[in-house]
């Protein structure tokens, strides 16, 4: 098996499902419980906060601990529009977030709330003249993701920080979900109130997250009831994959520190060989780009048919974001791009992790090509 879908999940790391299971044979007490067993528990949670606390150098108790980048993304920009809605009622964003941003902006918007969604380049990039002009004494919220899930592209983020810094009366909300453990981000001083992380694109599991809240931002909860996770997100918490998630983001920056130059080798190697496919037109930049997302269109080949073809090899590739992917229609993502019609219905995307290895790109590259040439001989 070839798995080149890793923007869609990961495969849990063995030490993560270990961990995932001794906590929740060990330390299954509920953390609120004021027993011994539920003293253990809220320990262990707390160390699980001061580790993740670490590894992203931020404070302890602006960690809150969540089921993923979904949730996580709306906890912050639903929880910054509720809470903060008397002061103003605009909010920035971008055409090529993730479906939980831009749905939360859309379910915001029959709220009464006002949405500026900034246009990108035929690089998926915002302008960042545009976003100052967007600005306004009314605007709440600046919500742009860090890597694009479907092509890669990278926003200034650090920049969009430094503005954000000049209006202290609005916030910063990053998804950093495809970005974790591939391209490196800055939280502390940097201008960003929330980050969002998702647990299961780094190796470790589906319903795992974290939402870094800073400590000058106030949020209107989402969940009520137990005040759990300083009343942010109410709810017994899911003990064992807090520590999952911790240990999945130490192990991924371990991986980022020792393997980026051999990741980066198979996605450069990579591209080089697909644009040798006649047929293939490359819609991912060279710059600025994430180093494990690659993704093309194939004009007049149905991507769904690839998609198939690849899978009877035991190949696995995907379209859109997996959120959208089944979704018969052309991608939202690279329309923003300005990309012709002919591209955005028939785009493909590969996405690697640091266990890809040249060879399976090679064997990857051999079948697509062939899946190409044969589909192409039957439409003739």
Do not use: W
Not at 135 to 162: A, K, R
Not at 251 to 276: D, F, G, M, P, T
């Amino acid at each position: 098996m070839i798995y080149l879908d890793n923007s869609a999940t990961t495969k849990p790391h063995p030490s993560v499902l270990k961990s995932f299971q001794q906590v929740s044979e060990s330390f299954f007490a509920n953390p609120s419980s004021i027993h011994q067993l539920g003293g253990e528990a809220e320990k262990l949670l707390f160390k699980a906060k001061e580790q993740a606390a670490e590894l992203l150098h931020v404070n302890t108790n602006e960690i809150i601990f969540t089921s993923g980048g979904t949730e996580g993304n709306n906890m912050a920009i639903k929880g910054i529009a509720f809470e903060h809605q008397a002061r103003g009622k605009h909010i920035i964003t971008s055409q090529i977030e993730h479906p939980s941003v831009m749905e939360a902006c859309m379910a915001l918007e029959k709220l009464g709330f006002t949405i500026t969604y900034l246009p990108v380049d035929e690089k998926g990039v915002i302008s960042i003249e545009d976003l100052k002009h967007a600005i306004q004494n009314d605007t709440i919220l600046i919500s742009i993701m860090h890597v694009n899930n479907e092509i890669g592209s990278i926003q200034p983020i650090e920049e969009i920080g430094e503005i954000a810094k000049k209006h202290p009366k609005l916030f910063f909300h990053v998804d950093h979900v495809q970005g974790v453990g591939k391209v490196p981000l800055k939280l502390n001083n940097c201008g960003i109130d929330l980050c969002t992380i998702s647990g299961h694109k780094i190796h470790g599991l589906k319903g795992t997250g974290i939402l870094y809240v800073n400590n000058r931002t106030k949020l209107f909860p989402l969940f009520h009831g137990g005040s759990q996770e300083q009343a942010i997100r109410s709810g017994t918490e899911n003990l064992a994959g807090s520590v999952a998630i911790v240990k999945a983001l130490r192990l991924i920056k371990e991986r980022h520190a020792n393997e980026r130059s051999n990741l980066a080798e198979v996605h450069r190697y990579l591209r080089e060989e697909l644009q040798h496919i006649d047929g293939i037109i490359i819609n991912t930049p060279e710059k600025p780009a994430a180093p494990h997302i690659i993704n093309f269109s194939v004009p007049g080949l149905k991507p769904e048919v690839i998609i198939h073809m690849l899978g009877e090899k035991k190949i696995f590739i995907s379209t859109k974001s997996a959120c959208s992917s089944k979704q018969k229609d052309e991608s939202r993502i690279l329309a923003a791009c300005g990309l012709s019609k002919e591209r955005t219905i028939s785009a493909l995307r590969i996405s690697l992790s640091y266990d890809t290895t040249r060879k399976e790109i090679e064997a990857f590259v051999q079948e697509l090509e062939s899946a190409v040439n044969q589909l192409k001989e039957v439409m003739e």
